[in-house]
């Protein structure tokens, strides 16, 4: 029988020592978790004061707030497309005293090839969907469609010639728009705007044709006859407007899409804190008066395990990443 020398003293202690060291880790990590929250915990909101972003996220922190036992301060840190905030959270420490309401548009930021200053996937981690928004597509009164395919018809017809407004190249509703388009199977001239509010105004004045846009700032304006509405981004039709059919009634089979939010928060945070923080999200989004009071943003309130955010987050970079790639779109 060959001789087999004895192992090292030095790796043998050096594998005691890592085992040590991870026994101690899932032990502090297990004690941190049980005195979690003993402080105020902040939500890093990455939008200006007084926006639908700013109501959910102040509606979120409250409700959660009272589940953990903790004040929850809503930090708005608008700027650069979101960016700010989630560098922001990306760089706090990973403690679970930090939040984030991140939505589409961080997704479409790591979609678009240019370089931040943090990785979506790397230093951030999810903990729960909380909100989801059908798109909605609406034309001016003055455009003689009453149906997605009279507005196809008339697209094809003239192509290049219908205008459709966005807040942006690059923004949500751009991308959103562009996947419609594509599905629709025409050629429309894109519009791009500093912001919804200048893009609406030249809907209502017929200087553009259509918009594809959250529901939340079109309702009012399909109660007056300002706007029109073809039809809603999701599979069913939305309670706000029951009467408006969705895009697959149009014909656009298997199209869906929609906006969303959701709560992450820096990687690192220890696993047993993002399932105390996931658990009391699902409790606060299925609870009666949070549903009714998102309800008016013409969405719906959601949750799910942080397994499942994962999953829709590499989903979506995938589909908007082949977006803006066939549609050679260049984002600064």
């Known amino acids: 029988m060959p001789y087999t020398p004895p192992q090292p003293l030095q790796s043998s202690a050096s594998r005691v020592s890592a085992l040590v060291a991870t026994a101690l880790a899932l032990v502090l990590s297990q004690a941190t978790a049980q005195e979690y929250p003993n402080k105020s915990i902040r939500l890093v909101v990455p939008f200006s004061a007084g926006g639908p972003a700013d109501l959910l996220g102040r509606v979120i922190g409250d409700k959660i707030g009272r589940g953990l036992g903790q004040t929850v301060v809503v930090i708005n840190k608008d700027g650069a497309g979101t960016i700010l905030g989630a560098d922001m959270v990306a ?149 706000v407007i029951p009467d408006v059919p969705t895009l697959m009634e149009g014909g656009l089979a298997n199209f869906s899409t929609a906006g969303w939010y959701g709560i992450l928060v820096p990687s690192g945070t220890p696993k047993a804190i993002i399932t105390r923080l996931n658990t009391e999200i699902v409790k606060a989004m299925s609870a009666p008066e949070v549903v009714e009071r998102l309800g008016t943003q013409g969405g719906e309130t959601t949750s799910t395990t942080p397994e499942a955010f994962s999953a829709l987050i590499r989903e979506e970079l995938k589909t908007w990443t082949g977006v803006i790639k066939e549609a050679n779109i260049r984002l600064e």
């Open 91 to 239: 760089k706090a420490t990973p403690d679970g005293y930090t939040l984030f309401l991140g939505n589409l548009a961080m997704v479409v930021n790591s979609s678009s090839g240019k370089k931040l200053p943090y990785d979506l996937l790397k230093d951030l981690a999810p903990v729960s969907v909380v909100f989801k928004q059908s798109q909605i597509l609406v034309v001016t009164p003055s455009l003689p469609a009453n149906s997605l395919k009279e507005l196809i018809a008339i697209a094809k017809a003239s192509p290049g010639k219908l205008k459709y407004g966005t807040s942006g190249v690059g923004s949500a509703i751009h991308l959103h728009s562009e996947l419609l388009r594509m599905a629709m199977g025409v050629t429309m001239t894109h519009v791009p705007y500093k912001g919804q509010a200048p893009a609406m105004a030249d809907l209502f004045s017929g200087q553009i044709d259509m918009i594809f846009s959250g529901i939340s700032p079109i309702v009012p304006f399909l109660k007056t006859g300002k706007l029109r509405a073809i039809g809603v981004s999701t599979p069913q039709r939305m309670p």
